[in-house]
């Protein structure tokens, strides 16, 4: 058999290619480079928003003209230029948005005050997340997940507020009951409802997206945009929410951390975690192996 020469690296962030710290270390960005240079190219696929990505592919300082990712778990992809324009932007392009309707958002508000819980309302317009915390328990659960991704929510008085501006990408749930209250949130709702997962790396939030959307079907339709076959893609990850991806890609690759959803989703299993350069190991193996 000829072996399919790899030409995306798609890259989970939380658990997968930054540290415990939520850094890059040097050794990760060196190899990325490395990579970039051949002409591979390099894709964020996060539950994290937009601006959460520039920020990682910036530090990358990869040679590639255009930063393709993947965030809100598969529910948006977009494509930055690597480049700032004259006046400091970044000019993007919206590749799509599957967001999760109205009256659904309402149904995972509704569940979240059942459940004592408190929702964010991920916005894609804007890249944030609005919330309506009603007890100090809930602000702890706020702060805990704005210190997760550097990034604190909006906080209103009302959720109608957030919908009035534009529908979710996703909505998230927070609960320090998470693994029982995902289990409700499953005999509650249908998969032709939502697709719901347990949040990643710190299961302390549940996901509620699009029953349609994944990072796997977000990873599908950004490669069909870039011309690439997702059998020439190697994709990392760690968590219950990159099971499809790993699925979907010709090669998929778990961290030694990951959960065992991803682990059994996977082609490979590392013997190295996050924190020990896993995903820099594993492409270097790659490499040495003419994959690229």
Known sequence: AVMTKIKVVALDLDGTV??????????????????????????????????CLTKYFTSMELSQTSWPGVSYNGACGIVWSAQL????????????????????????????????????????????????????????LLKRYAELVSRPQILVKHYDEAIALSPAAKVLIL????HAVVEIAKKKFTPEEFNIFIGSPDPYFIEFLRPDVS???????LCAHLNVDIQQVVAF??????????????????????TPTAKAAANVVLEWTNDEDGVARYLEYMESEGYF
Do not use: C, W
Not at 22 to 45: C, M, N, P, Q, Y
Not at 94 to 106: H, I, K, T
Not at 215 to 221: A, F, P
């Open 237 to 258: 990850g760690d968590g219950n929410n990159d099971q499809e991806m790993l699925t979907f890609a010709g090669i998929g690759v778990a961290m030694k951390n990951a």
């Open 175 to 178: 609960s320090d009951q998470a």
């Open 85 to 140: 324009s004259s006046d400091g932007s970044r000019s993007q392009e919206n590749v799509f948005l599957d967001s999760v309707p109205a009256e659904r958002a309402l149904q995972i508000i509704s569940f979240a005050e059942e459940t004592g819980s408190v929702a964010q309302y991920y916005n894609p317009v804007l890249g944030e997340a609005f919330a309506v915390p009603t007890t100090d328990e809930h602000r702890v």
């Open 18 to 51: 930054l540290s415990t710290k939520h850094e890059l270390s040097e050794k990760t960005k060196s190899v990325l480079r490395r990579l970039s240079d051949k002409g591979v190219t390099i894709v964020i696929a996060t539950g994290r928003s937009p601006p």
């Open 215 to 221: 990072k796997g079907s977000g990873l599908v339709k």
